[in-house]
Structure formats: C-alpha cells, structure tokens
C-alpha cells in the first residue's frame, strides 16, 4: 500500500497488531487481525494509523543494488555506458578518465576548457555525439544521481517479475497450502494440491472471489513462488522444512569429551539369522567425539533399539576396545605413536585394547526420541556426571557432525559389505535379501575392524591441526594432540554400572517372591528380605529396587543394602527348556493369553505360550516369517546381555540357541579369521585402508 489508497489485501498496524483489510461498508472498512480479530473501523481511523505495511506475501519490488546491477549489463550495453561516462567526464573536466595525470592525446580539447560555461560544453558534446544539448544535461543529472547505471538502457534494467500480474492473495494461499503439507503429506502439484488452495482461497475471501489461473499458468506461478515443489519426494520437504531459517551456528570442541554426539540410524546392511534362515533390518548406534572425530563407541541391534543399549553405549565409551585374535598387532594400543605412556600406567586394560580413543565425555546431544529420554538414560547420564543436551525435534542441523558420520559409514563401510540394500527403497537391489550372509553379531564385528583399521586411522579434510589448516588430520592424530594439550582423564572402571544402568521396577517382596511384569522372579537372597520393609521410603515406601534387562526377562537383579553386593533373581521357569526373550516377546505372550481368556498372571501359562512362541518342538521349517524374526531378534539381544553382564558377578552366560549345543553362529563370540576383511565378498578392500 502506497499513500493514502486502501484496498482489499492491504495490511496496516493498528493497536500494536497487523491487520488485514477484508471489505468496505461505505466509508467503514472491516479488518482481520493476525490472531482472527474481526472488526470495523472508520476509514480515517484506520488511514491516520501509523505503520502502515504491505501483504507480507505480496510481489514487492526489490531495491537493488545500482551498482551491482552494472555486473548484470551484457558486454556491448556495458561499452556503451563506459563511452558515455568518459564524454560525460571530458565535458566536465576536459579528460576523459577524469584525472588530468592521465590525459590522452591532445586533451584537453578547446571546446572543453574550464573557462568555458557548462550549457557551452553541453552544447559542444551533443554536437559530437549526435544528442541534443537537453538530452545531455539530462544524462550527467542522472549520472551525478545514479551513477554509471543511470546511463544504461532502461529497458535493459527492466526488473524481471514472474508475479507482477498474480493476484497477492493466489501467492499467499500457495505458500500457505505449501506449509502445511510441507512435512506430512504426500508429495502432488496436481488437481489436489490446486483444489485446496482454491478450497483456501474460498474460505478466507468468499467463493470465486479469487479466480484461479489456467492449468497452464498454475505450474508457472507455483514453480515461481516456491523454494520447492509439491510434488517432490516427503523427505526432500521434510528436510526442507526442518532447516533453520536463519545462518547454521557452529558446535565448536576443543577437547575429548567436551562434547559428544550420539545418534541412531538404519543400517543399510540386511542381516543374515542362519538357525531361522531369515533376514531383518538392524539399527547402528554410535558416539562421535566432537573435537577429534572420533567413534567413542557403537552399538548394533536389532530394530528398536533400547534405552538399556543406550545407557550402556555412555559405558562403553570409557571402555577400552578389546583386541581381536584376527587383528594384526599394528592395532594395538600399545603401538601407537600417541602419548600413551600414562594411560597405559592408570588403566591397566589398554595393555590389550585396540587403537580406539577412551574418552570420558563432559557432555553429550542427543535427539527427542523416547528411548533417549527415557529414565535408563537419564539415571545413566546423572550417574556418570554427563550433561545432556537435546537436539530439537526434526532438526537434524543441531548435530550435523554424526549425521555427515553417517553417511561416511555408508559409502566407507556398508557400500562394501554382502547384504547392502541402498539408503532408501529407489537405490535398492531386486535381490538384496538373497545377498545377506552376516548376522548382527558378525557385522559388529566388521564395523569394529572398520573403525579401528580404517576410520580411525584415515586423515579427514575437516578435521586439520590447530594453526595450519592446511594440515589434515586423523581422528587418532587429533585425538594425541588433544590429549598433549589437555591431558588425560582417567575413566571410571566400575563393574556394577551394568545392573545400575538396568531399567528400575520397584516391587514388594513377597514370601512367593517378587513379580515383575506377570513373572515371579525368586532368589536365595529374597530369603533375608521376605516380608520385611523396605530401607527406601519417598513414595516407594516398602518397595525394593528390582533392576531388569529387557533384552533378556528370565533373571532381574537385587542389590543386598547389608554389604552392597548384586544378586541374580531368576523367573520360576527359568531353568526349563525356553530360550532368552525379550519384553516385547513377553507382551505378544500376554496379549495371546488375554486372547484366550486365561489368567496372564499364571506362570505356568505364560511358560506354556512361551514355547509356543518360540517354536521348540516344530520343525524351522514351519516356522512363519514373524515367529523367524522374533527368534532371531531374541537371540541377538541374549547375545548382547551375555556380553555386557559381568561374568565374575552373574550366573553363566546361556548360549544363544538355549540348548547349550550353540550353533555356526549363535555364541557370545565370533570367529572371524576365515574371513575377508569387514566380511567383503564381491567387492575390493575399503578405500583407506592400510
């Protein structure tokens, strides 16, 4: 809006809120606020308003830079204009660059001496050019005023608009209908896409007071108004709408552990289960130090992963990687060129650890997912001393580094690896499941050989030595020098963080035992404690800490209050024939259960459909696809369990396959030395390695 004219569409400031003009009623004109305020005004309340602004999503004219704009100019124009500057220049100085120390031959000419008048020499130079004396005068006005631009063609100045016709409020309803479709719905530009800005349109203004463009304009205008397009695929617009509008800030570190990023993403690797000869997907969990760029730690399960796992990735952090009989001796620790000399002398575990940094971390971001923020990793955070940061939701520019980490991982690692399925479906191969032949349990393994031969000793063009950033480093490189200017910090080496990191049920004991989740857990330690109240008051007057693994619900874990010591509690039906199963095992349990009205309390009931669950007395091959999978994901998290308990505190670690008999590839251990390196089959060795 310009002047003192109102019209429909404009938006003025009144009462400290932007209004926009809806309609007229003689000299009374009616305003919506941007909160839906309606009201009526007098046409010279609203005129004698102050701040008066235009549609914020009307085509506004640009104020452009003049002298830029000369960059814009093509060749010939821009000697035209250059010609007429320098006659401009030798009609008010006698020069024509305007510097009588670079005079050309025979300047000053007569016509253009100083003494004579302005209108003179203006007469002179028209006569020269073959302009009148007017039209000359009025080419240095401009000049003065604007600049060599001002001496340009206009109609090659003419500013190219693609709105200059489309009605404010079409352009308004585009980006309106755009944002709100931005994230979840399904990518058109179509008739449905059209049928709701009309919709839109219709609503705010009354129908058919906004008329439509034809099909053939409607792609035009839309293609002009938007950064993007409609149809483009749901993620594209995602990532899209999540970007900030404003400049990325940076996350800066200085030293290990200042801040670490951890992160969880598909892998794009299929896994293998031979005992149930089926394939599934697995989740890659890692922790990357800001400062080095280094992987910290890393977790491979399967889908849906557990806040157990990611309160025991914090302890793994600050755990030496072990060595692998396969690895070459180059690997170890111990044959570093890093200062190792006092690590080796506080912890005594990097004796036989591999060439991985152990960092204990200050602070980590983390993203809002419920597993995040879940209780486990909030205790395991206030355990260990570690701030947390949360990235915002749909943000993935909060922590860009182990998202660039990612992708890295797939071009380094998983491109390489028998079973890769591509990053999304449009990369993925016909067969992809036929070519899957490592368990999770093997592909950890390959991942750990990757980080420790390959990531972690491969210098990195965004990570260079402070003061030559023309020096690129690795992360172990990065990692000394850090080390050399910070110093060490020793971690913590407790063998009781596994149960304190283990999701808490508080429960009575009974002279039954203890139930947890519909299962009746007993131990010889319930002995001393039966009937008898609990130490904790608060709101858990009476009630005992009861610690659970959910990758593994046949035992749970009490801590003695007498001397401080763990106690392994095992389920009444733990000893029979069943194998390791997972909460998520136990609840289809309960619901088949509840499906036949029978008591989901019952424990031999519940051990009854547990086995059927688990199929022991058919035949593999009659197993169907989701009893396959939940028997392969059941013994990939026992694995796990068996790995991280402390073998000195808890009972023997069952084999995977619950018979004892173990299988090619069920135990805790794999063995790797027949195989390539990372597990390649058709493909050469990883870029990088040594």
């Known amino acids: 809006m310009t002047g003192t004219k109102l019209q429909i569409g404009d938006w003025v400031t009144f009462d400290g809120e932007r209004h926009e003009v809806c309609s007229f009623v003689d000299t009374t004109v009616v305003m919506r606020s941007e909160t839906g305020h309606v009201q009526a005004l007098p046409a010279a309340t609203v005129l004698a308003a102050q701040g008066h602004t235009e549609a914020p999503e009307a085509a506004v004219l640009a104020r452009y830079d003049r002298e830029a704009e000369l960059a814009t100019l093509d060749p010939a124009e821009r000697a035209r204009v250059d010609r007429l500057e320098a006659h401009l220049l030798e009609m008010l100085t006698g020069y024509a660059s305007g510097d ?58 003419r500013e190219r608009n693609p709105l200059v016709n489309v009605d404010p409020r079409l352009i308004a309803a585009i980006r309106a209908q755009y944002q709100a479709e931005e994230e979840d719905s399904a990518a058109t530009i179509g008739g449905r896409f059209r049928r709701r800005v009309e919709n839109r349109l219709d609503h705010r203004h009354g129908p058919g007071t906004v008329p439509m463009p034809p099909t053939s304009s409607w792609y035009r205008i839309v293609d002009a108004v938007l950064d993007g397009r409609p149809d483009e695929p749901t993620g594209t617009r995602r990532n899209r709408a999540s970007q900030p509008d404003r400049p990325f800030g940076t996350v800066q570190a200085s030293q290990p552990g200042e801040v670490v990023m951890i992160d969880t993403t598909r892998l794009d690797v299929i896994a293998y289960d031979p005992v149930t000869d089926t394939t599934s997907s697995c ?129 380094m690692f998983s491109e390489h690896v028998a079973g890769y399925k591509g990053y999304d479906v449009a990369h993925r191969g016909r067969h992809s499941d036929e070519e899957a032949r490592w368990t999770i349990a093997e592909l950890e393994e390959f991942f750990a050989e990757f980080v420790v031969a390959v990531y972690q000793r491969q210098r990195h063009s965004g990570l260079t030595a402070p003061g030559h950033p023309r020096t690129p480093l690795s992360p172990n490189e990065a990692y000394g020098l850090a080390v050399a200017a910070s110093g060490y910090l020793t971690c913590p080496n407790d063998p009781d963080l596994y149960f304190e990191l283990l999701p808490i049920k508080w429960r009575r004991i009974h002279p039954h035992g203890v139930e947890v989740d519909r299962l009746l857990y007993d131990g010889d330690i319930l002995f001393h404690y039966r009937n008898r109240r609990s130490p904790y008051g608060g709101q858990h007057l009476g009630k005992w800490p009861i610690h659970i693994d959910p990758r593994d619900c046949r035992h749970a874990y009490l801590r003695d209050p007498a001397d401080g010591a763990w106690h392994t509690l095992k ?75 402390p073998a000195d505190r808890a009972h023997p670690p069952v084999p995977a396959d619950g018979n004892g008999d173990g299988d090619a590839n069920g135990g805790a251990e794999v063995d790797l030395s027949g195989l390539g390196s990372f597990g390649v089959i058709e493909f050469g060795p990883i870029p990088g390695e040594d």
């Open 100 to 157: 009588p120390t670079q005079a050309g031959p025979g300047e000053p000419r007569p016509e253009y001496a100083p003494e004579r008048t302005l209108k003179a020499r203006a007469e002179a130079k028209a006569a020269e050019i073959g302009r009148s004396s007017r039209r000359v005068l009025q080419l240095l006005r401009r000049w003065r005023e604007e600049g060599p631009i001002g001496l340009a063609d206009g109609r090659k100045l």
């Open 283 to 411: 989740e890659l969990t890692v922790a990357l130090d800001l400062a080095t760029r280094s992987i910290l730690a890393w977790r491979l399960t399967p889908r849906g992963t557990k806040a157990v796992d990611l309160g025991l990735l914090l302890a793994d952090m600050m755990t030496p990687e072990p060595m692998r009989a396969n690895w070459p001796d180059t690997l170890r620790w111990s044959m570093s060129q890093l200062p190792i000399g006092r690590q080796m002398s506080l912890d005594e575990r990097m004796a036989a650890a591999a060439m991985r940094p152990v960092i204990y971390p200050a602070a980590i971001i983390v993203d809002q997912g419920s597993n995040y923020q879940s209780d486990v990793m909030r205790r395991a955070c206030r355990r260990l001393r570690i701030e947390t940061f949360d990235a915002r939701v749909y943000k993935a520019t909060d922590k860009p580094h182990v998202e660039r980490l990612f992708g890295t991982i797939r071009t």
């Open 571 to 645: 389920w009444i039906h733990a000893d029979d024939d069943l194998l390791a199963f997972t909460d998520t095992t136990l609840r289809e349990c309960k619901r088949l259960l509840a499906l036949r009205n029978s008591d989901t309390s019952d424990q031999d009931a519940l051990a009854t459909t547990l086995r059927e669950l688990q199929n022991r007395t058919d035949a593999p091959e009659s197993w169907s696809t989701s009893r396959r999978r939940r028997r392969s994901r059941d013994a990939t998290y026992a694995r796990a369990v068996a790995r991280d308990r």
